[in-house]
């Protein structure tokens, strides 16, 4: 009796289905694909979108370090600028007290000190208006370097002449080393025009990475700036030899304090 109860009633769910798809048609099949549609879409748009804000933010971070890399850059070159400046001086100084011992045929233990250039800076830097007034600059100091190298070997090799022979350097090769130096002196005076010019430009130059006006809403902006006038450099070429003339004059201050 349970069995043709069971029975009768698989019939009449039959019959129902057979029913419902006479008047929907194959809706039941159709409900199946538009659901298998959605979930598909969904996974995709989902993982596009994904991909799309993953993308950009790695865009951003790429950016902004590339950004950054160029600003501390040029910070460095602000400060390098500023150590070539004493260096650059102490070296002026070195020249004239050498000349004078040269002068008078006498030996000197004194040397002149190279001036440091960072290894591949201009590579961090991301404007080429920049690159190229670095390298330019930086070409002055190999040379520059390259005639210290050339004293600081004459100087070593009359010294070791005198002392290994025990006999007197013809006068000469002081005469002529007394010259050398003086000549370098004189390019000396050109490399710190060159070398304050330069200072004055990355100085404006920061000012316009550190602006936001300048940069409007590329706030990671890494050339294309606004270009910087001979009336600007001037300026800025006074405001840095003022600063410059008063730490000098505190500094012989400062000594004539020490000293009494």
Do not use: C
């Amino acid at each position: 009796m349970n069995y043709l109860q069971k029975f009768s009633g698989d019939n009449q769910k039959m019959i129902e289905l057979l029913e419902k798809i006479q008047t929907d048609g194959v809706r039941v099949i159709d409900n199946f694909w538009e659901s298998l549609i959605a979930q598909g879409a969904g996974a995709f748009f989902g993982a596009f979108f994904a991909f799309l804000f993953g993308g950009l933010a790695f865009f951003i971070k790429t950016r902004r370090d590339r950004f950054l890399l160029h600003k501390n850059s040029l910070v460095e070159i602000e400060y390098l600028l500023n150590d070539h400046l004493n260096d650059v001086a102490k070296n002026s100084y070195l020249i004239k007290h050498d000349v004078e011992i040269l002068r008078r045929e006498n030996l000197t233990y004194d040397r002149l000190y190279e001036l440091r250039l960072p290894i591949g800076i201009e590579l961090k830097l991301g404007d080429l208006v920049i690159i190229n007034k670095y390298s330019s600059y930086r070409e002055s100091i190999l040379r520059v370097n390259a005639d210290f190298n050339k004293i600081n070997t004459a100087l070593d090799a009359i010294n070791n002449f005198a002392i290994t022979h025990d006999k007197k350097v013809h006068s000469d090769n002081f005469k002529h080393l007394a010259e050398q130096m003086e000549t370098i002196n004189k390019l000396l005076k050109l490399l710190i025009d060159e070398t304050k010019t330069l200072l004055a430009f990355i100085r404006i130059y920061m000012t316009r990475v550190d602006s936001l006006k300048e940069k409007s809403i590329n706030i990671y902006k890494l050339n294309g700036y606004r270009e910087i006038t001979g009336e600007e450099l001037e300026e800025e070429l006074e405001k840095l030899n003022k600063g410059i003339d008063q730490t000098m004059k505190e500094s012989k201050e400062k000594i004539k304090g020490a000293i009494g």
